[in-house]
């Protein structure tokens, strides 16, 4: 007996729900892109976005503890995401942050570069955060904040997630003119679009919907 290709696909279950070790696996790789995509932008002088952003203006102008501050930024949105999201959302998304902190604190210890072009960083390190990012999206985790807020904005409204979150990282970004000249914040607001384009293109509801 012949079977056509939408005969087979139906005949044949898929179990789409994420295993636990794939979700470690992601929310690692995640974090860890991120991370170096955040370690590049430090140390060409650019801001990102998002409570990330936020928490490296909170670095710079007051030279508080950039882990520390990442986590407190982002305790009012954690509430959010335990109510709106759910349990499982949230642990993984404050396990994301969690690592985040940490990868952000070591990877200078064990990486380190000798030549950085800005327009390079702004580009490669958005892309970067933007693949770590969507990472996290489509195991059902963020990096809190702004993360949270846009994925309950695109739940709830179906706005794009990655819209959504590049017109509220340019806000931050405009704040950054207080501690670093126009160029940089122009290279960081390239940077943002890299970002949010990644997550806009490749993270839509009706394309994708992550378990």
């Known amino acids: 007996m012949n079977y056509t290709a939408p005969q087979l696909a139906a005949a044949t279950p898929v179990t789409l729900a994420h295993r636990p070790h794939e979700d470690v696996q992601a929310l690692f790789t995640g974090t860890l892109f991120v991370a170096f995509g955040v370690l590049m932008f430090g140390n060409a002088g650019l801001l990102t976005g998002g409570t990330t952003g ?34 499982g959302f949230t642990l993984k998304t404050v396990l994301a942050v969690a690592l985040l902190s940490g990868l952000v604190t070591l990877l200078p210890k064990v990486v380190s570069f000798g030549v950085l072009s800005p327009l390079f960083t702004a580009v490669m390190g958005g892309l970067l955060m933007g693949v ?6 489509r195991h059902r985790a963020s990096l809190g904040g702004f993360n949270v807020l846009a994925l309950f904005l695109q739940d709830r409204f179906g706005w794009r997630a990655g819209r959504v979150q590049m017109v509220m990282d340019a806000a931050v970004l ?22 949010n384009q990644t997550l806009a293109t490749n993270h839509r509801k009706e394309r994708y919907v992550a378990l």
């Open 174 to 195: 405009l704040a950054s003119f207080a501690v670093v000249d126009w160029q940089h914040v122009a290279l960081s607001v390239l940077g943002a679009v890299m970002l």
């Open 132 to 137: 770590g990012i969507l990472m996290l999206f």
């Open 54 to 87: 936020l928490a490296l203006l909170i670095h710079y102008t007051l030279g508080w503890n950039f882990g520390a501050v990442l986590f407190l930024v982002n305790v009012p949105f954690y509430l959010l995401a335990w109510r709106r999201m759910g349990r």
